[in-house]
C-alpha cells in the first residue's frame, strides 16, 4: 500500500510503524519511504522509542538493500549503545548483508563466548555457513545449539532439512520424531516423517511410513499427499513377501484409499478446471473423473494389486 507523505505528520507515521511492529508485519518498503520522507528528520521526537523505530528501520534497510539507511542507523545505535551485544548481532547482519561472512562470523563467534544462552547469535551463524554451502559445518553448529535448546521446533525442523540435503535420512527422521513429541496432532509433521521412511525403502520402512501416513490421513482426511502415500505404501507391501495377513490388510486399505482419492478429486473439481471437463463433454458422465483416476493409477507406476489366496 502506497502512503501520501505530504498528508501525514511524524505522530502519524510513529502510530503506523507502532502498528506494524505490534502486528508483527515488516511492510519494509513503506517503512523506507515514511522514513526518508518523515520520521528521520524527526527522530529526536521520538523519545524512548527513537531506538526501536531504528532497529526496525535498520532491518527495512536491509530487507530493501538500502545499505546506507542501515549504515546511518547502526551509527546511531553504536554511539549509543557502544557495548550491546543486540548491536553486535546487527552489526554482523550488516555484514551478511555486504557478503563479508568471514567478518560477520568473528563478530557472532564474540557473542557466542560473552554469553551462551544467546540463541539469536548462534542462529545467524548456522544460517551464514548454510549460505556459503557448508553444510556439514551448519550441521555441527545446529546439533550443539539443540543441545541447549531442545524445545526449539524450528531448529529440528532446519536440522531435517539439512541431513536430507545431505542424504542422511535416518538422522532426518530422528529429527522430525522429535518434532512429533512437540506437536503429536500435526497432520503434515506426520506426513512428512512417512516421507522420509518411504524414502529410505525396505518393507520395514515401508510399514513404518504406511503408520505415519495413515495418522496424517486420520487427523486430516483432506491431505491427498498422505492419501497417495498410503496407496504407494499398500502397493508396495501387497506386493511384497510380507506375511498373508498383512498383504490382505494392505488390499482392503489400498482400494480404501483410491476411493478416497477420487471423492476428493471429485469434490475439489472447481471452475479453473472447468474448461479441461467441457473438452470432454462428448463422454458419459463422470468419465472425466475416471480418466484422472486412471492416470493416477499410471502415475503410481501401474501397481497390481493381486489377490491373495
Known amino acids: 500500500m502506497a502512503y501520501n507523505a505530504e498528508e501525514m505528520n511524524w505522530s502519524d507515521v510513529r502510530d503506523l510503524f507502532r502498528k506494524w511492529r505490534d502486528d508483527n508485519e515488516r511492510k519494509s518498503d513503506d517503512v523506507i519511504l515514511l522514513w526518508e520522507s518523515i520520521l528521520a528528520e524527526k527522530q529526536q521526537k521520538l523519545g524512548n522509542e527513537r531506538h526501536i523505530v531504528l532497529e526496525q528501520v535498520f532491518i527495512a534497510a536491509l530487507d530493501c538493500g538500502r545499505i546506507e539507511t542501515a549504515e546511518d542507523c547502526i551509527g ?20 551478511e548483508a555486504l557478503e563479508r561472512y568471514d567478518d560477520a562470523l568473528d563478530i557472532l563467534d564474540n557473542i557466542i563466548k560473552k554469553d551462551e544462552t544467546n540463541a539469536a547469535p548462534r542462529k545467524r551463524k548456522i544460517a ?23 524445545s526449539d521446533q524450528e531448529a529440528w525442523h532446519e536440522l531435517c532439512s539439512l541431513y536430507l540435503a545431505e542424504g542422511e535420512y535416518a538422522k532426518a527422521a530422528f529429527c522430525m520424531e522429535e518434532v512429533l513429541l512437540h506437536n503429536p496432532y500435526s497432520h503434515l509433521i506426520h506426513q512428512r516423517l512417512a516421507d522420509i521412511r518411504y524414502t529410505m ?23 491427498l499427499r498422505a492419501l497417495y502415500g498410503l496407496f504407494l505404501c499398500c502397493g508396495h507391501i501387497a506386493n511384497s513377501k510380507a506375511t498373508l495377513s498383512k498383504r ?16 476428493k478429486t471429485e469434490s475439489s473439481l472447481t471452475t479453473s478446471t472447468s ?13 472425466a473423473i475416471s480418466d484422472e483416476i486412471t492416470a493416477l493409477e499410471n502415475a503410481f507406476g501401474n501397481l497390481e494389486l493381486v489377490k491373495s489366496n
Not at 546511531?76 to 555484514?95: A, D, N, W
Not at 551464514?128 to 531442545?150: Q, S, V
Not at 510399514?207 to 486430516?220: H, R, T
Open 275 to 287: 474448461e479441461s471437463i467441457k473438452k470432454k463433454s462428448s463422454k458419459p458422465n463422470g468419465s
Open 248 to 263: 490382505k490388510e494392505a488390499q482392503k486399505l489400498a482400494q480404501w484409499t483410491l476411493n478416497q482419492i477420487q471423492q
Open 76 to 95: 546511531y545505535l553504536t554511539v549509543e549503545f557502544p557495548g550491546s551485544l543486540r548491536i553486535q548481532k546487527y552489526k554482523s547482519m550488516l555484514l
Open 128 to 150: 551464514i555457513l548454510k549460505a556459503k554451502g557448508k553444510t556439514t559445518e551448519a550441521i555441527k553448529e545446529l546439533c550443539d545449539y539443540l543441545k541447549r535448546f531442545m
Open 201 to 223: 525403502g525396505g518393507l520395514d520402512n515401508i510399514e513404518i511410513a504406511k503408520s505415519y501416513y495413515s495418522q496424517a490421513v486420520k487427523l486430516n482426511n483432506h491431505n
